[in-house]
């Protein structure tokens, strides 16, 4: 019965919209109390019969079980006491805290109760997903305790545990029934995870799987998944352990002397198209972090295993060269958007001045669209909000406004206080060439440049007036955001900003010369002599390459604006319990004073949001609970598996906490879920003695 229930949330976590919505995790929970009821019981029943299974595991040290139980409770009772302790419950509506008196400031305590609620429930489900998991796993199936019974008693020691004899029998690249079945299933329903992914991509629709719209956002979706990035994340965690499935099986088939019967009659050579959809797709979810992390996955694994293929000859490692073909598939069939990704996201730029500009230089190299028309397209806005850039005052706008014509608009607080300075010039409507926009403003003067040229302006103020602000915006610089961004995404190919209004002599030293006969191809573009100038640039980036230092300005795309209000709030908590497990998302819409800011539900760092929520005494017993789940495998005593299995395993497990570094993984449940199978498969195994 528990291997039914946990086969069967096995295939569920994903296809539940990956526990997006409450109902998904508590269908989940629930079944995790099933298994511990199910665990519950059959302790009962074993220590009223007397009765003890055969254990792949019965030579493992107590204490590695002992540890791992000790810090499960622990951080179980961490979660319980901060929310029966709690300190205050977050009203949103109202952005403030209701706080209590009656609460013990020496024990954990939540600052956000009902939060800290869920996620002990969730914890509680997932504890006993796995020690369920890893009591099912530990023990031999029927015919393995027939076959450990043979080998014994051959062996002249049938009472022993399952150990060398059986391995022996059974060969170096053996693998128990119950971990076979349990990967298979999750090698299954992740392919078809993956499958429904691309297809999905190939023909997008609105809602994720066709049929559920999501609250907040329009697109970005892969299969079941709401956010590509963990659709990448999950398929990188998981076709590893796919992959070193069937390298078990097809070497255990090459040692076997019928090689050609036992890889052509074999189910197991449908897991070949598994691990090839699973290793394409976090390529085709065009999510840059999984790209990246499938990339080194991609390279450890085979590190690990061409070894153990080449020691037969170089032709036996040719099926591992299914893993960068499928990885060739998926950067071949999303090549375009993955590109783009790369090179033209990232557009929010924080230029580290704070103060406000009292002078600056603007200059931007952009190819003229087709098709422009009337509407308007910004090139650069200058704004003081990472957020949304009309949120700031003394805004300042670089933009096309339609064919032929440029402008800059200054807008202060209101809507209405605005002054736009419009040029025009026949090369502004040669779509296809390419013009260097120079921008220089020192208090009230505005001058604007088109390839070194001075452009003339006619100045028109808005309906409530307009008055020279002391300082304009100067925090961040939009790059083709807002008006026009689908008209000039990937037309702009290189921006500099100095905090200083360069002279005309000085931009005509630097400017680029205009094409000759007015050239519809786009010439070379040349950012060195700007780097060059002193005091250096503020920005000086170019889009036409793999820019870490524009990555590094636009702050990962927003992400490192995320973390320095997490550190913030963190000064705010108790250093050493923190906010409460799982508070951030309420916490963090009340430090920002919107109660509508659905995109600040994570920090994008797991780790730093489990400092923030956890406290550091708290992430301190989550830590030592992921070694101790991790640490049999230096033990010795464990299941014996392929040294390059249980390798593989830790590799996928590392690449994701790799990830977790700059996104959300683990706030996912279904990565949560398929991170403790893992982690529960990885306590029973162990290095020591193990096959290469």
Request: hydrophobic share 50%; with cysteine; charged share 15%.
């Amino acid at each position: 019965m528990s291997e039914w229930l946990l086969l069967g949330m096995v295939v569920f976590s994903p296809w539940a919209l990956a526990g997006w919505p409450a109902w998904s995790v508590w269908t989940l929970n629930v079944g995790g109390y099933l298994l511990w009821l199910l665990l519950a019981v059959k302790a009962i029943i074993r220590r009223r019969t007397g009765y003890q299974p055969l254990r792949w595991t019965a030579a493992q040290p107590a204490w590695t079980g002992r540890v791992l139980a000790a810090l499960t409770v622990l951080v179980l009772l961490w979660c319980l006491v901060s929310a029966l302790n709690a300190r205050a419950m977050v009203d949103v509506a109202a952005l403030r805290l209701r706080e209590r008196t009656d609460y013990l400031p020496w024990l954990p305590h939540s600052f956000d109760a009902p939060s800290t609620w869920f996620t002990f429930w969730t914890a509680l489900g997932l504890a006993g997903v796995f020690w369920a998991t890893r009591d099912w796993l530990t023990q031999l199936t029927r015919r393995e305790r027939y076959l450990s019974r043979q080998a014994g008693e051959s062996a002249g020691t049938p009472n022993d545990p399952p150990g060398e004899e059986v391995l022996a029998q059974r060969g170096p690249h053996f693998l128990p029934r119950r971990l076979k079945r349990l990967l298979w299933v999750l090698c299954v329903n992740g392919a078809l995870v993956a499958l429904v992914g691309v297809a999905g991509t190939l023909r997008p629709s609105q809602n994720i799987l066709g049929l559920f719209p999501h609250p907040t956002r329009q697109g970005g979706f892969f299969g079941p998944f709401w956010y590509r990035n963990n659709g990448a994340q999950y398929l990188n965690l998981l076709w590893p352990a796919a992959l070193a499935l069937w390298h078990a099986f097809y070497l255990r088939a090459a040692t076997s002397g019928h090689f050609l019967r036992r890889l052509t009659n074999s189910p197991a050579l449908a897991l070949l198209p598994c691990v090839g959809f699973m290793t394409a797709a976090p390529f085709v979810t065009t999510s840059r972090g999984g790209t990246l992390i499938s990339l080194l996955v991609m390279l450890a694994c085979l590190a690990v295993l061409l070894p153990s293929a080449w020691r037969r000859g170089w032709r036996w490692a040719l099926p591992l060269m299914l893993v960068p073909a499928g990885a060739g598939a998926g950067l071949l069939l999303a090549w375009a958007p993955l590109a783009d990704r790369f090179l033209n996201e990232f557009r929010i730029l924080s230029t580290g001045a704070k103060a406000g500009f009292e002078a600056f230089t603007v200059r931007c190299v952009v190819t003229v669209p087709p098709n422009l028309g009337r509407r308007p397209a910004n090139l650069v806005v200058l704004s003081d909000s990472g957020r949304s850039y009309d949120q700031s005052s003394n805004l300042v706008m670089l933009r096309f406004q339609g064919e032929g014509r440029v402008a800059v608009r200054f807008l202060l607080d209101a809507r209405d206080r605005v002054l736009e300075l419009t040029g025009t010039n026949a090369a502004l409507a040669q779509a296809g060439r390419t013009l260097e926009l120079i921008l220089a403003q020192a208090g009230a003067e505005t001058r604007l440049y088109l390839d070194g040229a001075p452009v003339p302006l006619v100045s028109r103020a808005g309906k409530g007036g307009f008055a020279w602000p002391e300082r304009f915006a100067s925090r961040y610089a939009w790059v083709g955001r807002g008006d026009g961004a689908d008209i000039i995404r990937g037309r702009i190919r290189a921006v500099t900003l100095l905090d200083r209004a360069l002279s005309a002599e000085e931009i005509a030293g630097f400017a680029r010369r205009p094409e000759e006969g007015g050239a519809a191809s786009p010439g070379p573009v040349d950012n060195a002599p700007w780097g060059q100038l002193r005091p250096a640039p503020l920005l000086n980036l170019d889009w036409g390459t793999l820019s870490p230092a524009r990555w590094k300005a636009a702050g990962l795309g927003g992400r490192t604006s995320i973390y320095e209000d997490a550190r913030q709030m963190m000064a705010q908590y108790p250093a050493a319990f923190g906010s409460g497990p799982g508070t951030f998302a309420n916490l963090y819409k009340v430090h920002l004073r919107d109660p509508q800011a659905t995109d600040a539900w994570y920090v994008h760092n797991d780790h730093l949001e489990t400092r923030l929520t956890f406290g550091w005494l708290g992430a301190t017993l989550v830590y030592l609970l992921l070694a101790a789940a991790m640490a049999p495998v230096l033990a010795p005593g464990g299941f014996r598996a392929p040294r390059y299995f249980t390798l593989c395993l830790l590799i996928a497990l590392g690449g994701t906490l790799l990830h977790a570094r700059f996104d959300f993984v683990f706030q996912t449940h279904a990565l949560l879920f398929l991170a403790v199978l893992l982690c529960s498969l990885l306590s029973i195994l162990t290095l020591r003695g193990a096959a290469r």
